[in-house]
């Protein structure tokens, strides 16, 4: 099969043997995959593959069909339309998942969207819903927000009945984020918009210090992007003055067993959702195998709204 | 009434007019009356009684008996033995208290024991368990824990099968609070003894990253004391990696609801405990209310075990 490939700090297509799926895993023949930031992180060599995924095959998400299914593998049948989160490998023609980790794809949803989907928003689920509790009627600022997961957290947040502020950077994707169920600001003088219940912060250390000020009582900030820094400053008296949580978290080092819980809550929360049609997976930009490179040129250039994804065939 | 009262910066006793319950509340004869660290900061001007409560009457917690009750009181009765958490007003003679925050006294505990006993078992038992989520098994730090909330929350844990480890400065104190259900350490290279499941933080701020060091995955940090500061640096990618908490909290802010839960969560989980013998409160001296400045001298002067209780009738 080809797949993408690490070498040297770059991208490329190589050959590699095809996998062969294990114990409760399942065969997926790949349509398409999306980028993600931990990728970069990774050819960067910043950021290696978990144990038991293939160490220069980037990739964290997938969607295909089943081709073939390991021993013990009973919940999906050939043919069968999966998407999943995976520890890495997902930029292949093929790769073995293990069945508990997959998802059926929603009838209505097309391949592209469906290999954008998984990673953005099994993270902003798990952010809101599982780390910071979201409540109906809460308030929720969402940073970064014209971003995968921000556009993911935003749709979230709306469709469960909170209030959501979204900040962008980039004035010209303002309108689309709105056109997600946000209000829309700027990221300056964030910190008078509040008060704030949930902050889903995916800038990092900058933001704390802000976020914590803009915070309600007993209000919850889930820090899953540090992209703008990890080193903060934190007021253990202004926090304790608001009994607030600061939380941070990231998907990829769980082990499988959490990770398999994760899918089942997109199941159960999230996967009907998009089949009443109150969820979508916006896409940047699509690319071929072929053109892998230009992909992560466009993921780190910015200014996009959703998703990369590569098309594989 | 006599009662301790706050004149420029000193604590002296003083006549106050009796109190009248208002609906809902009692009036209860104080018998004992804790002190706690919020009453030193009262007295210094940096912590103003919430409102509601006596302006100048210092004291969080009080144990005595019903002597009246106000319109629609109905909890309790004349003579009944009670004790509460209030926002002030404490150290006095008599003081009227909402029902939904009287607790009744365990029929083994003298009044001492049950003037002492409020403020920390309720602040420790809500940090283990309401916010941090305490559970059998677990690996639980508790900092600073020579004092007051400290000796409750060490016993709180080994109660619930948490395996404690004890940070104590004080060396002639340590064989005490391991006598309560843990193992006692220097706080010196603490951060060397994990990995902790929970880290109760009395100090504050200064060990913020040590606490984060020792932190297991999953691990949460509740920090209800910051007396040895409260600016802490913090590492969001290490929180990343550990997926995090850093919860403060307080009690003394809360409205009447919330406390009032906090009353029944006693009720329903701590004074059993107490009544099957498996709880103490740890007393270190008891002052008569003439002395009351002695009391407060000692209880900043440090190098004790457990609590300084006024005794006022």
């Keep these: 099969m080809r797949a993408a490939t690490i070498r040297d700090g770059e991208v490329v297509v190589a050959e590699h043997p095809d996998p062969q799926p294990g114990a409760g895993e399942v065969l997926v023949r790949v349509h398409a995959a999306g980028l993600n930031g931990a990728d970069i992180h990774q050819r960067a060599g910043h950021y290696p593959a978990p144990p038991g995924s293939p160490p220069d095959i980037p990739g964290l998400e997938l969607a295909g069909e089943v081709v073939a299914r390991g021993p013990g593998a009973e919940r999906f049948a050939e043919g069968d339309r999966v998407m999943a989160i995976v520890g890495g490998g997902g930029q292949a023609e093929l790769a073995t998942v293990h069945e508990r980790q997959l998802m059926p794809i929603p009838a209505d949803l097309g391949w592209t969207e469906a290999g954008g989907l998984p990673e953005v928003f099994t993270t902003a689920h798990d952010a809101l819903f599982t780390q910071a509790g979201l ?86 900030i889930v ?30 080092p769980r082990p499988l067993e959490e990770k398999a819980l994760t899918a089942r809550a997109m199941e159960r929360h999230v996967l009907p959702l998009f089949e009443r049609g109150l969820l979508r997976v916006p896409v940047a930009a699509t690319y071929p195998l072929d053109a892998v490179a230009e992909a992560y040129e466009r993921f780190t250039s910015g200014g996009k709204l959703g998703k990369i994804v590569l098309e594989l065939t």
């Design 135 to 220: 409540r109906p009627g809460e308030r929720l600022l969402v940073h970064g927000a014209a971003g995968g997961v921000g556009t993911a957290g935003v749709q979230l947040g709306a469709a469960a009945g909170a209030q959501v502020t979204a900040s962008v950077r980039n004035e010209r994707l303002r309108d689309d984020v709105a056109g997600l169920g946000a209000t829309v600001i700027a990221p300056e003088g964030f910190a008078e918009r509040g008060p704030f219940d949930v902050v889903l912060e995916l800038v990092g250390a900058p933001n704390l210090a802000d976020d914590l000020h803009a915070l309600a009582t007993s209000g919850r």
């Design 223 to 252: 820090v899953i992007g540090i992209g703008g820094g990890a080193k903060a400053d934190l007021n253990l008296g202004a926090m304790m003055g608001k009994r607030a949580t600061v939380r941070a978290s990231t998907l990829r």
